[in-house]
């Protein structure tokens, strides 16, 4: 697989033109017939192996009637596919590097996550998560959208075989933060808490008042790859990025040293957070 392949816009165009055939009804045997490829070929390009090229891209959107509006959110990623760097700027590229994320999630063999104001999002709760998403001013349609997609992210951590590796590092305060009523706080608390027995999930609270450390410049996401190189990314309000580059992957793996040399220790952080349900149900 070319390194192109597994970079993360490369996974966001493969998921769209998966999603773009499953939306319009059309077996995988079907298009190829109907655009004189395989279904080898088809299935590659929706599975991440191979990249198209952006007239194929625009062929098979055209042969799937995609929505305009569809259709250039997916030329954009094939037309940019090939650059390692990915930045998107305001809200409406949000929703592409989402993709991106998740198809991320899917393939990695480890993540971690340092999340200093906010439960991590493969952790929360539906009312949590719905409670972010209100706020931030999503139509209520929007917001179920995002809320079920992000029930469905979860899965990479609990399916039964193969569950991704996941390192949380989370901030004291996002244990305080009222995101929503006392009850969604508790009901987040006690999924943490579940989650965080699990053998392949490891939750670590970072407590305030520990001096200065990488970490207080804002979250980030490590992935990690079998096949590829890992990837470091970064969500903001109206902006995000996809970073490949290895010295900037290096400096993240060291951030995430001094991160885990300053955090609560996985029995400490349980206890941590059953002090914080306590503190809620008061």
């Given at each position: 697989?070319?390194?192109?392949?597994?970079?993360?816009?490369?996974?966001?165009?493969?998921?769209?033109?998966?999603?773009?055939?499953?939306?319009?009804?059309?077996?995988?045997?079907?298009?190829?017939?109907?655009?004189?490829?395989?279904?080898?070929?088809?299935?590659n390009w929706e599975t991440g192996k191979r990249v198209p090229k952006i007239e194929t891209v625009a062929a098979i959107l055209a042969t799937l009637r995609v929505t305009a509006g569809e259709r250039d959110r997916v030329l954009d990623l094939a037309r940019n596919v090939h650059e390692p760097n990915w930045l998107t700027v305001g809200l409406n590229g949000i929703p592409q590097q989402l993709a991106g994320a998740v198809e991320c999630e899917r393939a990695a063999s480890a993540i971690v996550e340092w999340a200093p104001m906010l439960i991590p999002g493969l952790l929360q709760t539906l009312d949590y998560s719905r409670a972010i998403k209100k706020s931030s001013g999503l139509s209520d349609a929007d917001t179920e959208l995002r809320v079920m997609l992000s029930a469905s992210r979860r899965e990479v951590i609990v399916r039964r075989i193969d569950p991704v590796s996941f390192n949380a590092f989370i901030?004291?305060?996002?244990?305080?933060?009222?995101?929503?009523?006392?009850?969604?706080?508790?009901?987040?608390?006690?999924?943490?808490?579940?989650?965080?027995?699990?053998?392949?999930?490891?939750?670590?609270?970072?407590?305030?008042?520990?001096?200065?450390?990488?970490?207080?410049?804002?979250?980030?996401?490590?992935?990690?790859?079998?096949?590829?190189?890992?990837?470091?990314?970064?969500?903001?309000?109206?902006?995000?990025?996809f970073i490949p580059a290895e010295h900037d992957v290096n400096e993240y793996r060291s951030?995430?040293?001094?991160?885990?040399?300053?955090?609560?220790?996985?029995?400490?952080?349980?206890?941590?957070?059953?002090?914080?349900?306590?503190?809620?149900?008061?």
């Amino acid at each position: 697989m070319s390194a192109t392949a597994g970079m993360p816009r490369a996974r966001a165009l493969s998921s769209a033109l998966r999603e773009a055939r499953l939306a319009s009804g059309i077996g995988v045997r079907e298009l190829g017939r109907m655009l004189d490829y395989t279904h080898v070929e088809i299935s590659n390009w929706e599975t991440g192996k191979r990249v198209p090229k952006i007239e194929t891209v625009a062929a098979i959107l055209a042969t799937l009637r995609v929505t305009a509006g569809e259709r250039d959110r997916v030329l954009d990623l094939a037309r940019n596919v090939h650059e390692p760097n990915w930045l998107t700027v305001g809200l409406n590229g949000i929703p592409q590097q989402l993709a991106g994320a998740v198809e991320c999630e899917r393939a990695a063999s480890a993540i971690v996550e340092w999340a200093p104001m906010l439960i991590p999002g493969l952790l929360q709760t539906l009312d949590y998560s719905r409670a972010i998403k209100k706020s931030s001013g999503l139509s209520d349609a929007d917001t179920e959208l995002r809320v079920m997609l992000s029930a469905s992210r979860r899965e990479v951590i609990v399916r039964r075989i193969d569950p991704v590796s996941f390192n949380a590092f989370i901030g004291e305060a996002a244990l305080f933060e009222p995101i929503g009523p006392r009850e969604v706080m508790l009901e987040q608390l006690d999924q943490l808490l579940e989650l965080a027995g699990r053998s392949n999930v490891a939750v670590r609270i970072m407590p305030l008042r520990v001096g200065w450390h990488p970490g207080l410049l804002g979250p980030f996401v490590l992935y990690e790859f079998d096949d590829i190189s890992p990837v470091v990314h970064f969500e903001h309000y109206s902006s995000g990025a996809f970073i490949p580059a290895e010295h900037d992957v290096n400096e993240y793996r060291s951030a995430v040293q001094q991160i885990e040399s300053l955090a609560m220790d996985r029995k400490d952080s349980a206890e941590f957070v059953l002090k914080a349900k306590a503190k809620w149900e008061r």
